[in-house]
């Protein structure tokens, strides 16, 4: 359904971030947390997802042929 042009090792780092920046919202209310917090979703959801609608916008992939075998 998604093409997948996030790499293996950006996924787990996006996940990462994403997470950490919801933990953020724990925080309390310090203004503009709340918002870097909710921002957190976008990294989470591509990293979850394996991919990056501005990498599809613009063409781009870090996902690499790793799958892919010429003449299989």
């Keep these: 359904m998604f093409p997948n042009n996030v790499?293996?090792?950006e996924r787990g780092a996006r996940v990462v971030i994403?997470?950490?920046m919801l933990g953020l919202l724990a925080v309390g209310p310090v203004p503009g947390w709340g918002l870097?917090?909710?921002v957190g979703?976008?990294?989470l959801a591509t990293g979850a997802i394996g991919s990056?609608?501005?990498y599809t916008l613009f063409g781009l992939s870090t996902a690499g042929h790793d799958g892919d075998h010429a003449g299989a």
Aim: charged fraction near 0%; include cysteine.
């Design 41 to 43: 979703i976008v990294p």
């Design 36 to 38: 870097v917090g909710l």
């Design 52 to 54: 990056c609608p501005l």
């Design 7 to 9: 790499h293996t090792i």
């Design 18 to 20: 994403g997470l950490g």
